[in-house]
């Protein structure tokens, strides 16, 4: 599906909101356009309506006095009420002229010697006349002023309108965006968590969080400005259309091709700046990337004097990055303003053209009060034709960021099951299993075992043996291509991943703790862990001697990764954290490899309580913590060359032998 597909079905969850705002900003928008009209009637009906013709009268409403006698207009006669000779009130440069009678038509005007000559082509009328003092002007004006207050009350009763409704929609319509983009997010991280680990072997752990946060902010700035933007320009330019068809149809036609210009603009535009947004989130990710690498390897960075190096790489990237926001800068610079600029001034051009030659025909004379309400119309059209201009550059990166977003959310997930199991046994069995990370290059071959219930399983070799790729087929962090691996005679296959995590516990080499307090990290904020269980698991891995100088106990707080917390303190609370869970199958992948002397007594303590009555798996560096395990297995490049507890092996002398010799002969070397 097309990421603007997607977009819309994200925006369809608030739709009540999206709806409530457009419908909002079309109040708005129609009381803000209709400022023109009023402003034309002011004009027409009553500022020049002056012009119109006047008749004589009687004292009353309306009525005004000149020379002994009474005249009202002819537009406030009432339907039936008796009119008497005509006059006209005509505007000859800066005065104002009084006919004591009808004009025939209308033209150039002059006066001289109490003549008023009108003409108009090869037609010339003179009429006898009389020039009105500012007095008099006035009080012919006072009919009008009332009906002119109520026009301007309307006029600013209708930009309060206006406003009320502006403030709604932005209000609905950025409150709808804020929601779409929590859920975006929502989904984004609960996808993240449902990824099998390869996806992120590949893939850094800056590039991701770009995706979440960059980008996600991005799209919201498609709902927020452009979303908004959009609706409002578009709702803006069918008002004003809608007025200048009813001023006049001729040039509201011509105005017409705007629209298919701004569709070919946008197409142009979007041909270029597709390519240049593309690289510029990209480089965005690789920014982050880069940033997040630095951080975490800032102590290897400066032991290595490495600073030097690592600056000119990330000036690379941001240098690339820069480049290409130069382009789309350009591209903005050069397209933006311009073409809405161009646009107006053809439109003005016609526009001058246009009415320039219907003043030149007989009796087409255009009032001033349509003049102004086209201008007002053409000058408001561009305003939202320039907002979406505008606005091009921000759609262009939302949707590269969508696109960027919804391939994250594509990757193929885990789903998720709510499925519970009895508790297994613990019976695990390897058969003749073979695994590859990559396709033929088999990591693991043939490798076939059994550990019942309750044994403990050792796991030694070289680096690169394959000690951990079984740990994590176990874990189903990763599936074997060939053979099984089956819990109590079933395939783990046929489990899901979450009911069979269920039953296991693992602690890792370097045991990894999140942001929050101890318990939280011992618990991990599950409502089935106690607080009791809590500290009964870490007195029974002997935790209370380590941890007993900390002031708050359990509820001391730790940050990122236990930074302030000894290596020893941290695998004590990752142990405590398997045994809360209480699992009936435990890894224990190197644990007491970074650990000094003095503590590893205790931490051997805490692998003997946390391996009572559970089939436990070890992996160990250290041959002297795994002399009691019921079954050891030495790896040499995938395979199991060796099996046996510690005095069988020793006693064949093979590879097993020789490693402990050579870690015994180590040790007493450094005691010497």
Same mark, same amino acid.
């Given at each position: 599906?097309?990421t ?12 009540g909101?999206?709806?409530a705002?457009?419908l ?29 013709p ?32 005509a ?9 104002f002229?009084f006919?004591p &009678? ?23 009328? &003179? ?10 002007? $006035? ?48 989904? *984004?991280?609960?996808?993240i ?11 850094p752990?800056?590039?991701?969080v ?13 709902? *927020? ?5 959009f ?9 004003v ?6 001023l ?17 603009? %946008? ?14 989130r990209?480089? *965005? ?12 390897? $800032?102590?290897?960075?400066q ?33 933006g ?7 107006r ?12 030659g ?8 255009v ?17 939202? *034709? ?43 069995e ?30 030694v ?15 189903r ?24 995590r ?30 009791e ?28 990764k ?12 990752s ?12 890894v ?8 000094d002397?003095?503590t590893e ?7 003997d ?14 041959? &002297?913590?795994?002399?009691?395990a ?8 995938g395979?199991?060359?060796?099996r ?25 070397? %450094?005691?010497?």
């Amino acid at each position: 599906m097309k990421t603007g597909k997607r977009l819309v079905q994200y925006a369809l969850n608030f739709k009540g909101m999206i709806i409530a705002a457009l419908l909002m900003l079309s109040v708005s928008v129609g009381a803000e356009l209709m400022g023109p009209f009023i402003a034309k009637k002011l004009i027409d009906n009553h500022i020049i309506g002056i012009e119109s013709p006047w008749h004589e009268t009687t004292a009353g409403k309306e009525a005004v006095e000149y020379n002994g006698s009474y005249y009202k207009r002819e537009a406030y006669f009432e339907p039936g009420e008796e009119k008497g000779e005509a006059a006209r009130i005509l505007q000859v440069n800066r005065d104002f002229i009084f006919v004591p &009678s009808s004009v025939e038509f209308d033209g150039k005007r002059s006066f001289e010697d109490g003549q008023l000559t009108i003409t108009n082509g090869d037609r010339s009328q &003179s009429y006898p006349a009389t020039e009105l003092s500012t007095g008099q002007v $006035m009080a012919f004006y006072q009919p009008e002023i009332p009906k002119i207050m109520v026009l301007i009350g309307a006029y600013f009763g209708l930009l309060v309108v206006a406003s009320f409704f502006q403030y709604g929609q932005r209000y609905y319509l950025q409150n709808a965006a804020n929601r779409i983009i929590q859920k975006m997010r929502n989904d *984004v991280f609960q996808h993240i968590s449902r990824l099998p680990i390869q996806y992120f072997d590949n893939l850094p752990a800056g590039k991701v969080v770009s995706r979440i946060t960059n980008d996600t902010e991005a799209i919201r700035e498609l709902y *927020v400005a452009v979303l908004a933007n959009f609706f409002t320009s578009i709702i803006y330019i069918i008002g004003v259309f809608i007025g200048l068809f009813i001023l006049n149809p001729t040039l509201a036609s011509w105005c017409l091709l705007l629209v298919p210009i701004l569709v070919i603009w %946008m197409r142009l535009y979007r041909k270029f700046a597709s390519v240049y947004n593309h690289v510029i989130r990209s480089k *965005v990710s690789e920014i982050n990337g880069k940033l997040n690498e630095s951080i975490h390897g $800032m102590t290897i960075i400066q032991a290595f004097k490495r600073e030097k190096e690592t600056r000119d790489e990330f000036e690379a990237l941001n240098k690339e990055h820069f480049t290409f926001q130069n382009k789309m800068l350009n591209l903005d610079s050069l397209t933006g303003h311009n073409l809405t600029w161009v646009l107006r001034n053809l439109v003005f051009v016609g526009f001058i053209w246009h009415f320039g030659g219907q003043s030149l025909g007989v009796g087409s004379v255009v009032s001033l009060g349509v003049l102004y309400a086209f201008v007002d119309y053409i000058t408001r059209l561009f305003e939202p *034709v320039n907002g979406i201009v505008n606005q091009l550059a921000n759609l262009e990166q939302a949707l590269v960021a969508g696109e960027r977003v919804f391939k994250l959310m594509d990757e193929e997930g885990i789903p998720v099951s709510d499925e519970d199991m009895p508790r297994v046994k613990g019976h695990v069995e390897f058969d003749h299993v073979s695994f590859a990370y990559k396709e033929e290059e088999y990591v693991l071959k043939d490798i076939d075992f059994e550990a019942k219930p309750g044994q403990t399983v050792a796991l030694v070799g070289h680096t690169g043996s394959g000690k951990s790729s079984i740990l994590n087929l176990l874990f189903r962090f990763y599936d074997c291509q060939k053979g099984a691996i089956k819990i109590d005679g079933v395939d783990v296959k046929d489990i899901p991943q979450q009911t069979l995590r269920k039953h296991m516990a693992i602690v890792l080499q370097d045991p990894f703790l999140f942001t929050g307090t101890v318990a939280s990290n011992i618990g991990m904020d599950d409502a089935k862990i106690s607080r009791e269980r809590m500290e009964q698991a870490l007195k029974a891995v002997g935790g209370e001697k380590i941890l007993k100088h900390l002031e708050k106990g359990l509820d001391e707080p730790v940050v990122e990764k236990g930074s302030t917390l000894s290596s020893g303190q941290r695998q004590l609370i990752s142990f405590a954290r398997a045994l809360a869970f209480d699992p009936a199958i435990l890894v224990l992948d190197e644990a007491t490899s970074n650990i000094d002397t003095e503590t590893e007594a205790m931490i051997q303590e805490a692998m003997d309580v946390l391996s009572k009555g559970r089939t436990t798996f070890i992996i160990a560096h250290r041959l &002297s913590t795994i002399k009691n395990a019921d079954l050891i297995l030495v790896l040499d490049r995938g395979q199991v060359v060796e099996r046996g507890n510690h005095e069988e092996l020793m006693e064949h002398g093979g590879k097993y032998y020789q490693m402990y010799q050579l870690q015994k002969g180590q040790k007493n070397s %450094m005691v010497v």
